[in-house]
């Protein structure tokens, strides 16, 4: 079966090891060999590079090993859902993309009895850019996230969560470190770090369109495809970063502080979405409890 053999081959690009791939799946490290040559084969191209340690997949592994993981992942979904409707569960399948997003909904769900209506919860977080484009080909039933990665895309409706205002957070060793507040003029005079294109998709182009309804074009000395990095520099840099209030991460840290920023467009929604023509009888009867 060709799906084993893909989730060694997964596998032994996450290890880099043979050894360590047949561990993990208790078999030999001659069985994962074996399968990798198959596989080889089959597609007629050299899949990984040996020559290295750890070994690493060639160019055409890179493509199979992308391609397979959605594969294995849809096929672990399809599984999933089978067995609930075996068990007669109504699984509920929701993608998040920030830490903010999942505590927001988990109080949000707290009180409406989800078990008396049969109703499982599965959240899984993913990367900001694409999440609409997984609702809209049925990875998942529901998602939560920043209302401006759903725009114009009329095929998923939105329902309003929570509505708030970014700030601007720098580090104790800024000298803004001391006030609560910015004017626009000084935060736009700041050396500025944001989150990629890449990373936060939509959200990315919308901070520059707020700024020019400021007006005026900000700083933007650094992008970075990961918090953790776009924290360290706020920290150690004397950036500037945005986020969201109340944001945990910077709430729980003593080393940096946000600032409210006067008279800003700066402002986000972050929604519950879902597709418009959804038929899943157990979404349908979430979303009606929400609404309520």
């Not at 988990?106 to 997984?134: T, Y």
Request: glycine share 4%; net charge negative.
């Amino acid at each position: 079966m060709y799906l084993e053999k893909l989730k060694y081959f997964i596998d032994l690009v996450q290890t880099g090891s043979f050894t360590k791939a047949g561990k993990k799946n208790f078999v030999s490290q001659a069985s994962i060999t074996q399968q990798i040559r198959l596989l080889e084969s089959h597609f007629a191209c050299q899949l990984i590079d040996r020559s290295t340690i750890p070994v690493k997949p060639t160019e055409a592994g890179k493509i199979l090993y992308q391609e397979a993981l959605q594969l294995i992942q849809q096929y672990d979904r399809l599984t999933q859902r089978m067995a609930d409707y075996n068990e007669q569960r109504n699984r509920v399948r929701i993608e998040y993309t920030s830490i903010m997003d999942i505590q927001l909904f988990s109080q949000i769900v707290q009180d409406k009895k989800l078990e008396e209506e049969n109703i499982l919860l599965d959240v899984e977080k993913v990367p900001l850019k694409g999440v609409a484009e997984n609702l809209l080909n049925h990875r998942y039933d529901l998602a939560i996230s920043f209302d401006s990665e759903f725009f114009e895309e009329k095929q998923i409706q939105t329902l309003p969560l929570y509505y708030g205002d970014y700030c601007a957070v720098v580090g104790k060793k800024h000298p803004f470190f001391t006030k609560e507040s910015l004017t626009l003029e000084e935060l736009y005079e700041q050396s500025i770090v944001m989150l990629s294109p890449e990373t936060i998709g939509k959200s990315y182009y919308l901070m520059l369109e707020h700024a020019l309804q400021d007006g005026y074009a900000p700083n933007i000395a650094k992008v970075t495809n990961d918090i953790e990095t776009e924290i360290f520099l706020i920290q150690n840099n004397k950036m500037v970063g945005f986020f969201p209030e109340n944001y945990p991460l910077i709430e729980d840290d003593m080393d940096l502080k946000s600032l409210r920023i006067e008279d800003s467009h700066h402002q986000f929604e972050i929604v519950l979405a879902y597709l418009v023509n959804e038929q899943n009888a157990a979404v349908q009867r979430l979303l009606e409890l929400l609404k309520a």
